[in-house]
């Protein structure tokens, strides 16, 4: 019987020096701000990614959600690949939680071209239509076969949706993939999002837990919908022991 489990990259198990550290990792109250873990994980994660803030959260599919909440009110849309776990795989959290309608936008490998964003806006003018509010990116794209996005096109996009009032939430679950497949430092593909969201679970051992990312303010924004969300924890610092 193999040991191998090719199901997906999340079912990989702490190694023995993990469970270690959990172990003895020093605790606190997160909801205070006490859990100093956690508090450097956010830190160390803020600094990685280039941003001004980090929010530990416990999945992607969390983080992605408060990416959207704060980029989007109800009633509002943003655009998204059709084929993006966004849409196919977060059991419509936007839609029930934030009241936000996900355009979806066909792409030959996951990947969101400028006059596909141009064409999937829309107008303002018009009351029978909801607001363009940003666009969603998934780097590197699971449905895609983990597809890459090269920074050309990630400039291209950003360029685009911001000249156009939108933000940019980067679904990186995988971006560290993504660094190595391109060649580029995931500061340098992060920059072109507003928030971003990624998940160490993901083939590199660590147990639970997702992070985002992005400016102080929307991070605090973000805190607070996660404490809506049930989101908050306590000592939550023996989840997400992780050397980087």
């Not at 980090?54 to 599919?61: I, K």
């Not at 030959?108 to 141009?118: F, M, W």
Request: aromatic share 4%; charged share 20%; net charge negative.
């Amino acid at each position: 019987m193999s040991d191998i489990d090719l199901r997906s990259d999340t079912v990989t198990l702490p190694t023995a020096d993990m469970l270690r550290a959990m172990t003895s990792a020093p605790l606190g109250d997160d909801v205070f701000g006490d859990d100093p873990t956690v508090n450097r994980l956010e830190e160390t994660a803020a600094e990685r990614m280039g941003k001004e803030a980090a929010l530990f959260v416990a999945s992607g599919t969390m983080g992605n959600l408060l990416g959207l909440l704060v980029s989007a009110r109800p009633g509002q849309e943003v655009i998204a690949d059709a084929d993006s776990h966004l849409f196919l795989n977060e059991a419509a959290g936007a839609a029930m939680v934030g009241g936000i309608q996900i355009r979806q936008v066909r792409t030959e490998r996951g990947v969101l071209s400028p006059a596909q964003v141009l064409a999937a806006l829309r107008p303002t003018d018009d009351d029978h239509q909801p607001l363009s509010a940003a666009v969603m990116i998934e780097n590197t794209h699971n449905w895609h076969g983990g597809a890459a996005w090269s920074l050309q096109e990630l400039q291209r996009l950003s360029g685009t949706a911001r000249s156009n009032g939108l933000a940019v939430h980067l679904d990186g679950a995988r971006i560290f993939n993504a660094a190595i497949a391109t060649g580029a430092d995931v500061r340098a593909i992060a920059q072109y999002s507003d928030t971003v969201s990624f998940c160490p679970s993901k083939g590199l051992c660590c147990p639970v837990g997702s992070i985002l990312c992005g400016p102080d303010e929307t991070i605090r924004q973000a805190r607070r919908w996660r404490k809506m969300l049930g989101g908050g924890m306590r000592q939550a610092g023996v989840l997400n022991t992780f050397n980087w």
